[in-house]
């Protein structure tokens, strides 16, 4: 028998019903922590992705469509991804700087359908190069840093001057959060928000994003000597901290999930917000499970993304945002 006294603290009293738990929460997840990332096809139809089940290219045409229905599920931003025909691409990926390459026509149609949403913009030049390298490539296969980060300004002001709201720097090469920053300043553009993706490492995780912007494939070599190595978390915060000090306004860890410990790292230690990045090959897993019977969706990815939260993050990129934005609102 248990006497009277024992026991005096029953945690498990605050979970005794709905409205309680309700009371007690310590995280919440709301459409608000959201970006979704969408890619773009030239072409005129939307079309499949075989690695990432449920994502689409989408066509030019249908941008209007979906970017009203990012407002009204209340996902404040969207995270566009071209796959740039193959005829445009070439080693020094000067398609990124044309005024009319596929990004600048998207975000010119999302600005015109509704400005109630923000328009972010990935900056780097792997959908624009013939191998696949976030930048340019020496005769030696190497990647040089002083010289891509002229042209990821150029790229920046590209996208800003057609309307980006967030420019996003995932390319990794040092020195270019300020160099975007100090050209923006200089050109007027002092308002335009820089997210940095100051924590991405080389990861496997990426596979199907590459099917999803035609860059599986291509890529010679890897990218190792610029992406961060899986095994470091205390160079993610000398990264975040030259981001900040460079000017970024937000700063981001990708992939997501098995990077929380570096995600709740640098929440604890910055106080600029800390998005994450919960990568392709993190929605295809789930979706594999899913479509194998082995776990239910509608479950699953709210608890995963409450968990970006519960780390620290103010919000994070996924392809389930539409899904979870749905489900959350109903
Ligand atoms: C490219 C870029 C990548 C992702 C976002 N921007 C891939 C890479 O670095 O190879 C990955 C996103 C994902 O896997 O969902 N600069």
Redesign the pocket.
């Known amino acids: 028998m248990i006497s009277g006294q024992f026991p005096a603290t029953r945690l498990r009293r605050n979970r005794r019903a709905p409205w309680l738990r309700a009371m007690v929460r310590e995280t919440r997840l709301t459409p608000a922590n959201l970006i979704w990332?969408v890619f773009l096809t030239a072409g005129p139809e939307p079309e499949p992705i075989a690695t990432m089940p449920g994502v689409m290219r989408h066509p030019l045409g249908a941008l209007a469509g979906l970017a009203r229905e990012a407002v009204a599920l209340g996902i404040p931003a969207l995270a566009l991804?071209p796959n740039t025909p193959a005829d445009r691409r070439t080693d020094d990926g000067r398609e990124a700087l044309n005024p009319d390459n596929l990004v600048c026509r998207a975000i010119a149609e999302l600005k015109s359908a509704t400005d109630a949403i923000g328009v972010m913009t990935?900056v780097?030049l792997?959908?624009y190069t013939a191998h696949g390298h976030?930048g340019l490539v020496d005769a030696a296969g190497h990647v040089l840093n002083d010289a891509t980060v002229d042209m990821l300004v150029g790229q920046a002001l590209n996208q800003v001057r057609a309307g980006a709201d967030i420019v996003a720097p995932?390319?990794m090469m040092d020195g270019r959060v300020g160099a975007i920053r100090r050209s923006l300043e200089a050109d007027g553009f002092v308002d335009t928000h820089i997210m940095a993706?100051s924590a991405?490492y080389a990861?496997g995780?990426?596979?199907?994003?590459?099917d999803?912007?035609g860059?599986a494939g291509r890529?010679r070599g890897d990218?190792a000597t610029y992406?961060m190595d899986p095994a470091n978390a205390r160079e993610a915060l000398a990264e975040v901290a030259l981001d900040v000090a460079e000017g970024a306004d937000s700063v981001m860890v990708?992939?997501g999930l098995p990077y929380l410990d570096v995600v709740k790292a640098v929440a604890d230690r910055f106080d600029v917000p800390v998005f994450a990045?919960c990568?392709?090959?993190?929605?295809a897993m789930i979706e594999a499970a899913v479509a194998a019977g082995m776990l239910a969706r509608d479950r699953v990815v709210p608890e995963m993304l409450l968990a970006f939260r519960r780390a620290g993050a103010a919000g994070v990129?996924t392809?389930h945002a539409p899904m979870v934005a749905r489900l959350l609102g109903a």
Request: hydrophobic letters at 30%; glycine letters at 6%.
């Open positions: 990332p991804f990935d780097a792997d959908p976030d995932s390319d993706y991405k990861s995780f990426y596979g199907p994003f590459r999803a912007v860059a890529l990218k992406q990708k992939p990045y990568v392709s090959g993190e929605y990129l392809y």
